[in-house]
């Protein structure tokens, strides 16, 4: 009688991002879309705190006026 074989050695794991030889790297995978997303998000709410920032472009004009005379 054959032995059943292991669901896993069904699975190439070359191509299958949970196979026994790639599951570290599901980890990997993760942490770096965790790290994109955070960048993306910050990067956005960065560029709207300068846009929409308007005592900070007043003083600068302010300034520009006083310096250029």
Do not use: E, W
């Amino acid at each position: 009688m054959t032995k059943p074989a292991h669901p896993m050695d069904q699975i190439d794991t070359r191509s299958a991002p949970f196979g026994r030889n790639n599951f570290s790297n599901v980890f990997d995978l993760l942490f770096d879309f965790a790290y994109l997303r955070v960048h993306v998000t910050n990067q956005i709410v960065l560029g709207l705190r300068k846009l929409f920032n308007a005592d900070c472009h007043f003083m600068q004009l302010f300034q520009h006026r006083v310096l250029t005379g």
